[in-house]
Protein backbone atom coordinates (compact mmCIF):
# COMPACT_ATOMS: atom_id res chain seq x y z
CA UNK A 1 0.00 0.00 0.00
CA UNK A 2 1.02 3.48 -0.85
CA UNK A 3 -0.29 6.61 0.73
CA UNK A 4 -0.11 9.88 -0.74
CA UNK A 5 1.59 12.41 2.16
CA UNK A 6 1.82 15.34 -0.13
CA UNK A 7 0.80 19.15 0.93
CA UNK A 8 -1.85 18.88 -2.29
CA UNK A 9 -3.80 17.09 -0.08
CA UNK A 10 -4.74 19.98 2.47
CA UNK A 11 -3.24 20.80 6.31
CA UNK A 12 -4.20 17.59 8.37
CA UNK A 13 -5.24 20.00 10.92
CA UNK A 14 -8.01 21.83 8.90
CA UNK A 15 -11.81 20.62 7.91
CA UNK A 16 -11.11 20.40 3.97
CA UNK A 17 -7.92 18.55 3.92
CA UNK A 18 -8.18 14.98 3.05
CA UNK A 19 -6.30 14.25 5.55
CA UNK A 20 -8.03 15.50 8.51
CA UNK A 21 -6.80 14.33 11.75
CA UNK A 22 -10.67 14.10 12.48
CA UNK A 23 -11.76 13.44 16.13
CA UNK A 24 -14.82 11.72 15.35
CA UNK A 25 -13.83 9.64 13.14
CA UNK A 26 -12.91 9.25 9.68
CA UNK A 27 -11.34 11.04 6.35
CA UNK A 28 -11.31 10.15 2.71
CA UNK A 29 -7.58 8.44 3.07
CA UNK A 30 -9.07 6.75 5.66
CA UNK A 31 -12.11 5.60 4.54
CA UNK A 32 -10.81 4.34 0.98
CA UNK A 33 -8.09 2.29 3.16
CA UNK A 34 -10.60 0.65 4.89
CA UNK A 35 -13.18 0.39 1.86
CA UNK A 36 -10.81 -1.29 -0.57
CA UNK A 37 -8.48 -2.93 1.41
CA UNK A 38 -11.36 -4.99 2.95
CA UNK A 39 -11.99 -5.93 -0.97
CA UNK A 40 -8.28 -6.97 -1.89
CA UNK A 41 -6.92 -8.41 1.73
CA UNK A 42 -8.67 -11.78 0.71
CA UNK A 43 -6.42 -11.95 -2.14
CA UNK A 44 -3.32 -12.37 0.34
CA UNK A 45 -2.58 -15.59 2.74
CA UNK A 46 -1.20 -14.25 5.39
CA UNK A 47 -2.72 -10.39 5.54
CA UNK A 48 0.85 -8.96 6.45
CA UNK A 49 0.36 -5.54 3.91
CA UNK A 50 3.92 -3.12 3.94
CA UNK A 51 2.20 0.46 4.31
CA UNK A 52 4.13 2.64 3.02
CA UNK A 53 4.24 6.90 2.54
CA UNK A 54 5.23 9.22 0.29
CA UNK A 55 5.70 12.85 -0.74
CA UNK A 56 6.38 14.08 3.25
CA UNK A 57 8.89 15.26 5.40
CA UNK A 58 9.97 12.86 8.23
CA UNK A 59 11.52 13.35 11.86
CA UNK A 60 14.17 13.96 12.67
CA UNK A 61 15.74 15.88 10.29
CA UNK A 62 12.97 16.80 7.90
CA UNK A 63 13.87 15.29 4.86
CA UNK A 64 11.54 14.14 2.18
CA UNK A 65 10.53 10.47 1.23
CA UNK A 66 9.20 8.95 -1.26
CA UNK A 67 9.39 5.58 0.23
CA UNK A 68 9.01 5.70 4.48
CA UNK A 69 7.17 3.07 6.25
CA UNK A 70 4.07 4.57 8.21
CA UNK A 71 4.79 2.36 10.91
CA UNK A 72 8.40 4.35 11.29
CA UNK A 73 10.04 0.46 11.34
CA UNK A 74 11.95 0.49 7.67
CA UNK A 75 13.07 -3.18 8.71
CA UNK A 76 9.62 -4.37 9.16
CA UNK A 77 7.13 -2.24 7.41
CA UNK A 78 4.32 -4.96 7.51
CA UNK A 79 0.96 -3.85 9.02
CA UNK A 80 -1.58 -6.82 10.50
CA UNK A 81 -4.68 -6.66 7.95
CA UNK A 82 -6.61 -3.51 7.09
CA UNK A 83 -7.23 -2.48 10.65
CA UNK A 84 -3.79 -2.79 11.21
CA UNK A 85 -3.00 -0.52 8.40
CA UNK A 86 -5.63 1.99 9.04
CA UNK A 87 -3.64 2.40 12.93
CA UNK A 88 -0.47 2.51 11.59
CA UNK A 89 -1.78 5.46 9.39
CA UNK A 90 -3.61 7.75 12.17
CA UNK A 91 -0.88 7.72 14.04
CA UNK A 92 1.65 8.38 11.91
CA UNK A 93 -0.45 11.49 10.81
CA UNK A 94 1.14 14.07 13.34
CA UNK A 95 4.24 13.01 13.29
CA UNK A 96 4.93 14.35 9.58
CA UNK A 97 4.72 17.17 7.18
CA UNK A 98 2.74 17.17 3.87
CA UNK A 99 5.05 18.01 1.33
CA UNK A 100 5.95 16.92 -2.50
CA UNK A 101 6.56 16.48 -4.98
CA UNK A 102 3.87 13.84 -6.02
CA UNK A 103 6.41 11.11 -7.30
CA UNK A 104 4.61 7.47 -7.95
CA UNK A 105 8.01 6.34 -9.78
CA UNK A 106 10.02 5.73 -6.29
CA UNK A 107 7.20 3.17 -4.73
CA UNK A 108 6.14 1.47 -7.97
CA UNK A 109 9.94 0.81 -8.48
CA UNK A 110 10.04 -0.44 -4.74
CA UNK A 111 7.60 -2.94 -5.31
CA UNK A 112 9.06 -3.98 -8.36
CA UNK A 113 12.11 -5.05 -6.88
CA UNK A 114 10.34 -7.42 -4.44
CA UNK A 115 8.32 -8.95 -7.78
CA UNK A 116 11.36 -9.16 -9.23
CA UNK A 117 13.22 -11.03 -6.95
CA UNK A 118 10.22 -13.17 -6.45
CA UNK A 119 10.54 -14.45 -10.23
CA UNK A 120 13.84 -15.54 -9.25
CA UNK A 121 12.50 -17.98 -7.37
CA UNK A 122 11.95 -21.60 -8.54
CA UNK A 123 8.56 -21.92 -8.85
CA UNK A 124 7.58 -18.26 -9.39
CA UNK A 125 3.92 -18.56 -8.76
CA UNK A 126 3.89 -15.06 -6.65
CA UNK A 127 1.93 -11.53 -7.64
CA UNK A 128 2.20 -8.44 -6.31
CA UNK A 129 -0.14 -5.91 -5.98
CA UNK A 130 0.53 -2.59 -5.62
CA UNK A 131 -2.48 -0.33 -3.57
CA UNK A 132 -1.41 3.91 -4.63
CA UNK A 133 -4.12 6.22 -2.75
CA UNK A 134 -3.10 9.76 -3.96
CA UNK A 135 -5.59 13.13 -4.43
CA UNK A 136 -4.28 12.35 -8.56
CA UNK A 137 -1.69 15.63 -8.58
CA UNK A 138 1.41 14.16 -9.90
CA UNK A 139 4.75 15.72 -10.32
CA UNK A 140 6.97 12.68 -12.24
CA UNK A 141 4.64 11.42 -15.14
CA UNK A 142 7.51 10.46 -17.12
CA UNK A 143 9.31 8.07 -14.86
CA UNK A 144 5.89 7.00 -13.45
CA UNK A 145 5.42 5.75 -17.36
CA UNK A 146 8.77 4.13 -17.68
CA UNK A 147 8.61 2.51 -13.81
CA UNK A 148 5.13 1.28 -15.23
CA UNK A 149 6.21 -0.23 -18.53
CA UNK A 150 9.17 -1.90 -16.36
CA UNK A 151 6.59 -3.38 -14.15
CA UNK A 152 4.56 -4.80 -16.89
CA UNK A 153 6.82 -7.26 -17.62
CA UNK A 154 6.52 -8.59 -13.71
CA UNK A 155 4.41 -10.43 -11.50
CA UNK A 156 2.44 -7.34 -10.24
CA UNK A 157 -0.87 -5.14 -10.88
CA UNK A 158 -1.37 -1.02 -9.80
CA UNK A 159 -4.26 0.11 -8.21
CA UNK A 160 -5.15 3.43 -8.09
CA UNK A 161 -7.51 4.86 -6.23
CA UNK A 162 -8.31 8.53 -6.34
CA UNK A 163 -9.24 10.63 -3.34
CA UNK A 164 -11.23 14.28 -3.69
CA UNK A 165 -12.44 16.12 -6.54
CA UNK A 166 -9.20 16.71 -8.34
CA UNK A 167 -8.96 16.29 -12.27
CA UNK A 168 -7.93 12.75 -12.48
CA UNK A 169 -6.66 12.77 -16.24
CA UNK A 170 -3.24 11.91 -15.43
CA UNK A 171 -4.47 9.01 -13.69
CA UNK A 172 -6.72 7.89 -16.21
CA UNK A 173 -3.73 8.46 -18.63
CA UNK A 174 -2.11 5.85 -16.60
CA UNK A 175 -4.26 3.28 -16.48
CA UNK A 176 -4.11 2.49 -19.90
CA UNK A 177 -7.73 1.46 -21.02
CA UNK A 178 -7.77 3.98 -23.92
CA UNK A 179 -4.22 3.01 -25.51
CA UNK A 180 -0.98 1.32 -24.68
CA UNK A 181 0.92 3.35 -22.77
CA UNK A 182 4.31 4.38 -23.21
CA UNK A 183 7.71 5.10 -21.74
CA UNK A 184 9.43 7.87 -22.81
CA UNK A 185 11.45 5.90 -25.29
CA UNK A 186 8.28 4.69 -27.25
CA UNK A 187 8.93 1.09 -25.31
CA UNK A 188 5.23 -0.19 -24.62
CA UNK A 189 4.16 -1.93 -21.99
CA UNK A 190 4.04 -5.23 -22.48
CA UNK A 191 0.50 -5.43 -21.05
CA UNK A 192 -2.11 -3.15 -19.00
CA UNK A 193 -1.03 -3.33 -15.20
CA UNK A 194 -2.66 -0.21 -14.06
CA UNK A 195 -6.08 0.21 -12.82
CA UNK A 196 -7.66 3.56 -11.54
CA UNK A 197 -10.72 3.81 -9.68
CA UNK A 198 -12.18 7.72 -8.67
CA UNK A 199 -13.22 7.10 -5.05
CA UNK A 200 -15.79 9.69 -5.06
CA UNK A 201 -17.92 7.71 -7.40
CA UNK A 202 -18.25 4.99 -4.98
CA UNK A 203 -18.12 6.93 -1.55
CA UNK A 204 -22.36 6.20 -0.89
CA UNK A 205 -22.66 3.04 -3.32
CA UNK A 206 -23.06 -0.55 -2.25
CA UNK A 207 -19.31 -2.01 -0.90
CA UNK A 208 -20.38 -4.88 -3.99
CA UNK A 209 -20.25 -1.84 -6.66
CA UNK A 210 -16.69 -0.31 -5.22
CA UNK A 211 -15.08 -4.15 -5.27
CA UNK A 212 -16.71 -4.77 -9.05
CA UNK A 213 -14.92 -1.63 -10.08
CA UNK A 214 -11.75 -2.13 -8.02
CA UNK A 215 -11.28 -5.85 -9.27
CA UNK A 216 -12.48 -5.30 -12.45
CA UNK A 217 -9.45 -6.04 -14.03
CA UNK A 218 -6.89 -7.52 -11.45
CA UNK A 219 -8.02 -11.27 -12.73
CA UNK A 220 -7.20 -10.92 -16.33
CA UNK A 221 -4.02 -9.15 -15.28
CA UNK A 222 -3.00 -11.95 -12.98
CA UNK A 223 -3.62 -14.94 -15.45
CA UNK A 224 -2.56 -12.79 -18.27
CA UNK A 225 0.93 -12.47 -16.96
CA UNK A 226 1.13 -16.50 -15.73
CA UNK A 227 0.15 -17.09 -19.48
CA UNK A 228 2.89 -14.88 -20.91
CA UNK A 229 5.40 -17.21 -18.65
CA UNK A 230 3.68 -20.22 -19.52
CA UNK A 231 3.31 -20.68 -16.24
CA UNK A 232 -0.02 -22.04 -14.56
CA UNK A 233 -1.06 -19.91 -11.52
CA UNK A 234 -1.56 -22.29 -9.36
CA UNK A 235 -1.65 -21.99 -5.87
CA UNK A 236 -0.77 -18.50 -6.04
CA UNK A 237 0.47 -16.17 -3.20
CA UNK A 238 -0.54 -12.28 -3.97
CA UNK A 239 1.17 -10.40 -2.23
Known amino acids: VGIDFTASNGNPREPSSLHYINP ?6 LAAILAVGQIIQDYDTDKMFPALGF ?13 FAINFNPTNPFCSGVEGIAQAYSACLPHIRFYGPTNFAPIISHVARFAAQALQQE ?15 ISDMDETRDAIVQASKLPMSIIIIGVGNADFAAMEFLDGDASVLRSNTGEEAVRDIVQFVPFRDFRNAPK ?3 AKSVL ?6 VTQYFKQRNLPPTNTTAK
Open 123 to 137: NAAQYFTLLIITDGV
Open 55 to 67: GAQLPPDWKVSHE
Open 216 to 221: AELPQQ
Open 208 to 210: ETL
Open 24 to 29: LGSNEY
